[in-house]
Nanobody
Framework: VTLVESGGGLVQAGDSLRLSCVGS????????MGWIRQAPGKEREFVAA????????KLAESVKGRFTISRDNSKYEVYLEMNSLQPEDTAVYYC??????????????????WGQGTQVVVSS
């Protein structure tokens, strides 16, 4: 079972990025999926989650109005559209999945499956 993220990079404050994650080795179209991030020196924190159908989403308060999560079950992919990026968004972003949407949205995040992460750096 693997989750592979892409799309991270170095951007300036106010810019946008789109993260993508593709899963394999499991029927991810039955799982809740989401994004978790870890900033330098901080604990991992929940960012966004989406139910298996895509009909329910949840965003952390710190990213509401700026980030959007979506998925394409035909491709086993999940996306995180990040707009108006700020330096405090600098972190390693991990794609994750779990059979339970509730577990996917909990703090601290402890879903069953994790990707290796993609670095996002936002300069001021």
């Amino acid at each position: 079972v693997t989750l592979v993220e892409s799309g991270g990079g170095l951007v300036q404050a106010g810019d946008s990025l789109r993260l993508s994650c593709v899963g394999s080795g499991r029927e991810f179209d039955q799982d809740a999926m989401g994004w978790i991030r870890q900033a330098p020196g901080k604990e991992r924190e929940f960012v966004a989650a989406i139910s298996w159908s895509g009909g329910t989403t949840k965003l952390a308060e710190s990213v509401k109005g700026r980030f959007t999560i979506s998925r394409d079950n035909s491709k086993y992919e999940v996306y995180l559209e990040m707009n108006s990026l700020q330096p405090e968004d600098t972190a390693v972003y991990y794609c994750a999945s779990d059979s339970s949407y509730v577990i996917m949205t909990r703090e601290p995040p402890r879903p069953d499956y994790w990707g290796q992460g993609t670095q996002v750096v936002v300069s001021s």
